[in-house]
């Protein structure tokens, strides 16, 4: 086929497309020309996800008629000049590319007047005068231009978003979800600029609002609410030549996924998982197993020092030194909860090329650990080693997980090894730290995980069950949410009726649960972990988020460790599962049982030598 010269119309809504992917990427970029042109007052307004409307309103310093004609061309900036200046970006945007893209594909209105820029009211350009400039344009095409009466800073009308490339419509989602997109890139601004205020409107309603006092706190407050501005510590902590600040929440606010860990470097939105690990590592010592931290971060460092143009969103960056960055970040954490002001020397980190490594973790290793190594050769020393191999046999390979900085534990089961199914003939010799029945079956000795076979008996129950029976909740329970979770849970309430768990939205933050799965005690933590599941797998549920969503109610509700149980109780769990064939794991795949043979023990003892 020959090569063909592609006409303006089309590789304009090209470049488009690598800009703006959703309507959310249009009020990122025109609220961070606002930041940049230093307004200290943003308004944003939506309809219908952003689609049909988005209004964008600031007190900045404005444009002349000359720069808003300017504004909408391709590679059009006032912030760099140079090739020097890409090492050196202190702005948010700097390619020109925005303005252009956008109004390749929407309807644009363009309303600005600059401020005074010098005393006594003179200015260059228009500045200073009571008249402004507004512009229209479609299609990427100027229609009109010209002055009028306008407030001092810049309104950017956007309509009819996508009119021009109907493909790209068709892999948008609900208006509901769109909206919420848009509210979650908006906090994330307000949390990086606190003195800015910001106000966000959403089909005539106000969704959030904050002051810009450059509160961080209040700022959380009004974003998250009272629950979690009242569970945050602060953080405040220089590295060198890194200044790490933000809060961390404690464990009140640690939840099963990382929906809620936000990063920004030098005021920028990032994902940085060098930073997210180093977080998870500086507070795995305060954690369950599979939660994770709350955190707002703004990790601040030479500009030269960090590289914003790796990414067409500007949402990855890479730094000069990554290992600097992590250690950085690990001790700030590390010293809000620990009190080891910069004791720094008692850890390696890893380099700048270990940090990077193609599939690596960073973590970190302890100088000269402290080892326990019994004397060789001794009685004593011989039977642990023989009891080691022991356990290690019989586990069987069950469980096979070696954990890096940042992953998430989680259990890989293989075959299960059976045991005697038949319950009769077994003798229940006790229970071991409240957490193991021991059994004594024939030429076996068994110790069963109380919660885990517990777990796996109501999960099998619940499981066959296609509408769960519902136990009323005197009063109700209200749980606070975030946009992202309410718009989860709004879109899903079917589905967690379908477990028995009847919900009503209060107000924009918050939820009442009606109704929980009877004999399943209902609570934030657990609704918000079940939000999780969901969130999860693109907020669509389907059969296997459902399975999901019941291994964590049956969790809740099953028997704990450290709980001791009556002769009876046992006797209940015990016959349970010695009366299954295949399902000797929990849902999460540990194992139910472990078993010794009498000969394995009879050999530990010595009993016997071969």
């Not at 997980?401 to 038949?422: F, L, M, N, Q």
Request: proline fraction near 3%; aromatic fraction near 8%; charge should be negative.
């Amino acid at each position: 086929m020959p090569i063909k010269i592609l006409p303006k119309s089309i590789y304009e809504k090209i470049a488009a497309g690598e800009v703006v992917e959703r309507p959310m990427s249009v009020v990122k970029e025109l609220v961070e020309n606002s930041i940049d042109a230093g307004a200290t007052s943003i308004a944003v307004e939506i309809a219908d996800g952003g689609i049909s409307l988005i209004r964008v309103t600031d007190n900045g310093s404005g444009m002349n008629k000359q720069d808003a004609t300017a504004s909408l061309k391709r590679h059009a900036t006032s912030k760099i000049s140079e090739q020097a200046d890409l090492e050196n970006i202190s702005t948010m945007g700097f390619r020109g590319e925005a303005l252009f893209a956008i109004s390749a594909i929407c309807e644009l209105e363009l309303k600005t007047r600059q401020a005074p820029l010098l005393e006594g009211g003179v200015a260059e350009g228009d500045g200073g005068s009571s008249k402004g400039t507004i512009l229209t344009a479609k299609a990427g095409e100027v229609t009109d231009i010209f002055e009028a009466e306008t407030p001092e800073g810049t309104t950017f009308i956007i309509k009819n978003l996508f009119y021009n490339t109907p493909a790209r419509m068709k892999f948008l989602k609900s208006n509901r979800t769109e909206s919420s997109y848009i509210e979650d890139c908006l906090e994330r601004l307000a949390m990086s600029h606190q003195n800015i205020s910001f106000k966000f409107t959403s089909d005539g309603k106000q969704k959030f609002t904050t002051n810009g006092n450059g509160n961080l706190s209040q700022v959380i407050y009004a974003i998250y609410g009272a629950e979690y501005a009242k569970n945050i510590e602060k953080i405040d902590y220089t590295y060198e030549n890194i200044h790490v600040t933000g809060v961390i929440g404690n464990a009140d606010l640690c939840r099963s996924n990382k929906n809620f860990q936000t990063t920004f470097v030098n005021g920028r939105y990032v994902k940085s998982w060098v930073a997210g690990n180093a977080v998870e590592e500086a507070h795995k010592s305060h954690l369950m197993v599979g939660k994770h931290p709350f955190f707002v971060l703004n990790i601040e460092l030479p500009f030269n020092e960090v590289d914003i143009n790796v990414h067409p969103a500007k949402t990855e960056v890479k730094f000069a030194n990554e290992g600097l960055v992590y250690k950085a970040v690990y001790w700030a954490i590390k010293n809000v909860f620990d009190n080891t002001v910069n004791v720094h020397n008692e850890y390696k980190f890893p380099s700048s090329g270990g940090v990077a490594a193609e599939g690596g973790r960073g973590g970190l290793q302890q100088v000269n650990p402290l080892t326990f190594t019994p004397a060789k050769n001794t009685p004593n020393a011989l039977a642990q080693e023989e009891f080691h191999n022991v356990v290690k046999q019989s586990f069987n390979d069950i469980v096979i997980h070696e954990k890096g900085v940042g992953d998430d534990a989680r259990v890989v089961p293989t075959a299960p090894t059976k045991i005697d199914t038949s319950p009769e003939n077994y003798k229940i010799i006790g229970q071991a730290f409240n957490t193991y029945i021991i059994l004594e079956q024939l030429s076996e000795l068994i110790l069963i995980d109380q919660h885990a076979a517990h777990e796996r008996k109501i999960y099998e129950n619940l499981i066959t069950q296609e509408t769960i029976v519902k136990q009323p909740l005197l009063g109700g329970v209200q749980v606070s949410l975030s946009a992202t979770e309410m718009e989860i849970v709004l879109e899903n309430i079917e589905a967690f009726d379908n477990l028995g768990i009847e919900l009503d939205q209060l107000n924009d933050t918050t939820i009442v649960i009606r109704t929980n799965p009877i004999d399943i005690e209902m609570d934030t933590n657990l609704i918000l972990e079940l939000i999780g599941k969901i969130s999860g797998n693109n907020v669509e549920v389907g059969f296997t988020i459902r399975e999901e969503m019941l291994h964590s109610l049956a969790c809740k509700a099953a028997i704990k460790g450290n709980n001791s149980l009556s002769n009876w109780e046992m006797k209940e769990v015990a016959d349970w599962v010695l009366s299954q064939n295949e399902r000797q794991t929990c849902p999460h795949g540990r194992p139910l049982t472990i078993k010794f043979t009498k000969y394995e023990l009879e050999k530990l003892f010595k009993r016997v030598t071969s």
